[in-house]
T-cell receptor
Framework: DAGVTQSPTHLIKTRGQQVTLRCSPK?????VSWYQQALGQGPQFIFQ???????QRGNFPDRFSGHQFPNYSSELNVNALLLGDSALYLC???????????????FGPGTRLTVL | GQQLNQSPQSMFIQEGEDVSMNCTSS?????WLWYKQEPGEGPVLLIA?????ELTSNGRLTAQFGITRKDSFLNISASIPSDVGIYFC??????????????FGQGTTLQVKP
């Protein structure tokens, strides 16, 4: 049973560029959430996707956008990269909101983004 | 806004010792989650708590949901070197117990000396 997978594992970009990160959820999960984790900090919620729509959003600018596909996989896009966007980007999957374990989110290994 | 405060910030202990850490908030939570993160990896869910006063174990790990609903505790008994990592508490944002929008504490870093 495959867990949450993310690609790529590492990425180096320059300021102003755009980046796309990818995530495949754990088998049986249909909800995908994205988090940003700065060095030495806990993960911060970016947004969540369910049924191919953004259902909730954290305190992140519109430069951060996403997409969910019919097979539940998801992408995170960041435009006009800033130095401060350098972080570990984590994808987490969970069962739908009608499940009693909805808040139990399972994380992938993350994508380490460095912006120069 | 909601915040989770973890203490201690870091711990350096001898192998075989027991470990206690806690997580507090000024807001009520209906769910508490404990995660462990190792270098280069994503957080791994250790224990989920859903009821005030609940005590749940996972091997040598035991977590408790505080009766005030504003805190939670994690204990590790007889620590071993592979317990090394950062332990995070987390809970869903205020307003619903079922938002799926988690906030995290800043973590407790555990180091174990063999």
């Amino acid at each position: 049973d495959a867990g949450v997978t993310q690609s790529p594992t590492h990425l180096i970009k320059t300021r102003g560029q755009q980046v796309t990160l990818r995530c495949s959820p754990k088998s049986g999960h249909d909800t995908v959430s994205w988090y940003q984790q700065a060095l030495g900090q806990g993960p911060q919620f970016i947004f969540q996707y369910y049924e191919e729509e953004e259902r909730q959003r954290g305190n992140f600018p519109d430069r951060f956008s996403g997409h969910q596909f019919p097979n539940y996989s998801s992408e995170l896009n960041v435009n006009a990269l800033l130095l401060g966007d350098s972080a570990l980007y984590l994808c987490a999957s969970s069962k739908d909101q009608f499940s009693s374990s909805y808040n139990e989110q399972f994380f992938g290994p993350g994508t380490r983004l460095t912006v120069l | 806004g909601q915040q989770l405060n973890q203490s201690p910030q870091s711990m350096f202990i001898q192998e075989g010792e027991d470990v206690s850490m806690n997580c507090t908030s000024s807001s009520i939570f209906n769910t508490w989650l404990w995660y462990k993160q190792e270098p280069g990896e994503g957080p791994v869910l250790l224990i989920a708590l859903y009821k005030a006063g609940e005590l749940t174990s996972n091997g040598r790990l035991t977590a408790q949901f505080g009766i005030t609903r504003k805190d939670s505790f994690l204990n590790i008994s007889a620590s071993i070197p592979s317990d090394v990592g950062i332990y995070f508490c987390a809970g869903p944002f205020l307003g619903s117990s079922n938002t799926g929008k988690l906030i995290f504490g800043q973590g407790t870093t555990l180091q174990v000396k063999p």
